[in-house]
């Protein structure tokens, strides 16, 4: 191929002629330096090698894709330490949004007029230190205290769990009002301010890593060479979402006071509901990760010497790799422009940043009204909903539909759902490559592929199991044992209101939240192959007066899940091979002098509209389907108990709803490429006609 209009030959001319100069002097010197002198140019050498660039870049995103993706793994832990509703957790996950979109077309605007890689170098520390606000809450709040939030003394939390007369108990309004100051609530809105501080610090710092950094390889690096850095710079960044959720299912093992464990130990196991993981330890990890990988940036040229030389092996099947891998970053949930986004700037590239802001609205409307490039960003946008919302609370639904803990749970996203959809998206490329697909075909693929995932969506809704009953919650006692027969049981005791410390009644598959609930009056620890297991004794609302052991009742859908899942993912991968066709769908859909901004624009509506709202969405919809909500000083925290088949049916049936708006998107593209295929054959015969009269 020529040389692009534009470009270079002038960038190439001047390189060459920097690089012999350079050359030049360098031999003239060698014979009177030193050879230290010598030794020292050659990591100054290494910085001008557009070959370390693409590996340091690769392993920037990989470490800020990490920090951005960690939060979703521990979204559930989050939520209970810090007594959170899902819509709150799921603004907080989509914050990061906000910064993004709010700086993206600045940074269009500058494209090459800055120095880039300090750029870079500045927007990763700006994202490691979003990592260590992230995990600062658990610095300046008090120890976690799983038997009550507000209580220092342990032997008076398992005291006050269980049965005791009213006289020898403090009323609830006197533990309430104890623990519920003016200053408990300034600080827990202070340590949810910090976390949504941090997260907008990190859309803010994750800004010019992409753009800029595609942008400094395909300016610098040989033109035939540029698909194959950018194929492998995205092979390795697709693997950033499932690191985070491996690291997630690490860190989530190991309790959150893990730095300040307390005396005796603790009576949890990852099993308990009221287990909380080691959650801001993974932000730790992922902000050293990436002050590492930034630190290169700082000292890579603002130009560096065009590159000569071409490789010339399997130069195909790396150029399909990079049209593939360029759609990989859609699963994290953090998208980030493209190398076109940073191009943006041609549009007028001697326009002032407010004429550039001015031009900006009447470009995005003539875009906008294009048909088949606002079909195919509709059709984006509900496919990129549906994986907003799988990547924030699939691994909260799973441990909820079937009693797994969230450690299990994140290492089933990250080792089986994250590779599939990976997959997928390759799988999507190198049929579009190899099968040389023309836009018809392309949105046929698409429509296919969206099919096919609805159908494997619809055995979901019937996997799963009811939520098992709890004594004063659920209502749908049925002829189950519960407290029923012993009416007026637990009466003496004198619960407190918010306690939880559930128990559960094996014989009777009946849960309490709290000994206190079950009349228990006394407690024993027993000592078992180095584990202790903790049960209540003398419970007056269990048959015999019998005793429970120390938390929730075991599931019989936990042998489900693995179904689940699989299905699940599968129905993700055949999504995902919808994503590099209809990508295609854009560039060759719109004018050749619109291709830049086109992708552009699908990068900041699919934010704006997909990653930003999907998550809150998500969140309000698992809302709905609690039955048990902890009050945190009369306010509403945390979700305790879910009704799970409604849980189950608006959690899937949003991802159906999706599912289906993308596959009605491309139906409708499908329609329209045929109508004007059959226009364009028509208007083909008649001019042949014609000609053959004349």
Not at 8 to 15: A, H, I, T, V
Not at 110 to 116: I, N, T
Not at 523 to 548: D, I, P
Request: charged share 15%.
């Amino acid at each position: 191929m020529g040389p692009r209009i534009g470009e270079g030959p002038r960038m190439p001319d001047r390189s060459t002629k920097t690089t012999m100069g350079t050359e030049d002097m360098h031999e003239r010197k060698v014979s009177v330096e030193p050879q230290d002198s010598h030794r020292d140019a050659q990591p100054r050498r290494m910085f001008h090698n557009i070959k370390f660039f693409v590996l340091c870049h690769s392993l920037l995103q990989l470490s800020q894709l990490m920090i951005s993706g960690y939060l979703k793994s521990s979204i559930s832990t989050v939520e209970k330490r810090f007594g959170l509703s899902s819509q709150i957790s799921g603004l907080l996950a989509a914050f990061n949004e906000v910064g993004n979109v709010s700086l993206i077309l600045f940074v269009s605007y500058f494209g090459s007029r800055v120095h880039r890689p300090r750029m870079i170098g500045c927007g990763a520390l700006l994202v490691a230190l979003a990592g260590l606000l992230m995990a600062l809450p658990h610095f300046i709040s008090e120890p976690y205290h799983y038997d009550h939030g507000s209580s220092d003394d342990r032997s008076q939390d398992f005291e006050s769990s269980l049965c005791l007369p009213t006289t020898t108990m403090a009323p609830a309004s006197a533990l309430s009002n104890g623990s519920c100051s003016s200053r408990t609530e300034a600080k827990h809105l202070t340590m949810v301010g910090i976390m949504f501080a941090a997260q907008t610090l990190l859309g803010i710092g994750a800004v010019p890593i992409q753009p800029f950094g595609i942008s400094y390889i395909d300016d610098f690096a040989h033109h035939s060479n540029s698909p194959l850095y950018i194929g492998i710079l995205f092979a390795i960044t697709t693997m950033g979402p499932g690191l985070a959720y491996g690291l997630g299912s690490l860190m989530l093992r190991l309790y959150v006071d893990i730095d300040r464990m307390p005396e005796g130990g603790i009576n949890l196991t990852t099993k308990d509901p009221r287990w909380v993981g080691a959650w801001w330890l993974g932000f730790l990890i992922s902000a050293g990760l990436v002050v590492l990988a930034s630190s290169p940036y700082f000292f890579f040229p603002r130009e560096m010497p065009k590159e000569k030389h071409e490789f010339h092996f399997r130069r195909k099947v790396l150029a399909s790799a990079a049209s593939t891998g360029s759609k990989g970053k859609d699963l994290s949930s953090q998208h980030e422009p493209l190398k076109k986004q940073a191009g943006m700037a041609q549009i007028a590239p001697d326009l002032t940043l407010v004429q550039f802001i001015k031009v900006f609205p009447r470009v995005l409307l003539r875009m906008l009204r294009h048909p088949i490039f606002l079909l195919v960003v509709l059709s984006q946008v509900c496919t990129s909903s549906m994986v907003a919302g799988m990547a924030t609370f699939l691994p909260k639904f799973l441990e909820r539909q079937f009693s797994i803990t969230a450690s299990f749970a994140n290492m089933l996203l990250g080792c089986l759902t994250i590779p599939l959809v990976i997959l997928g998206i390759v799988v999507g490329g190198v049929l579009v490559k190899r099968l040389h697909l023309s836009p018809v075909q392309c949105s046929a693929l698409c429509l296919l592929g969206s099919l096919l995932c609805l159908v494997f969506s619809v055995p979901l809704f019937f996997i799963g199991c009811s939520t098992h009953h709890i004594a004063g919650i659920t209502q749908d006692l049925g002829a189950q044992p519960g407290p029923s027969l012993f009416p007026g049981c637990s009466e003496p005791c004198s619960c407190q209101s918010d306690d939880f410390n559930p128990v559960c009644d094996t014989s009777a598959y009946v849960e309490y939240t709290t000994p206190c609930r079950a009349g228990c009056t006394g407690r024993v620890v027993q000592e078992a192959l180095g584990k202790s297991q903790v049960f209540y004794t003398n419970c007056s609302c269990v048959a015999g007066n019998g005793t429970v052991p120390a938390g929730s009742c075991e599931s019989a859908c936990s042998r489900l899940v693995l179904p689940f899942i699989v299905l699940f993912s599968l129905g993700a991968t055949l999504a995902s091979i919808t994503h590099t066709p209809s990508f295609m769908l854009i560039l060759r859909g719109v004018k050749k002098e619109d291709k830049t901004l086109a992708v552009g624009m699908q990068f900041m509506l699919l934010r704006v509209l997909a990653w930003m709202p999907s998550p809150v969405i998500h969140g309000s919809a698992i809302d709905t389907t609690c039955v048990h909500w902890a009050l945190t000083c009369g306010r509403q925290a945390v979700c305790r108990y879910y009704d799970h088949d409604l849980l189950r049916n608006r959690f899937i049936g949003l991802q159906f709803f999706f599912k289906s708006g993308s596959l009605l998107c491309f139906a409708l593209v499908l329609a329209i490429l045929r109508q004007q295929s059959r226009e364009a054959s028509t208007k083909a015969t008649v001019k042949s006609s014609e000609l053959q009269q004349l």
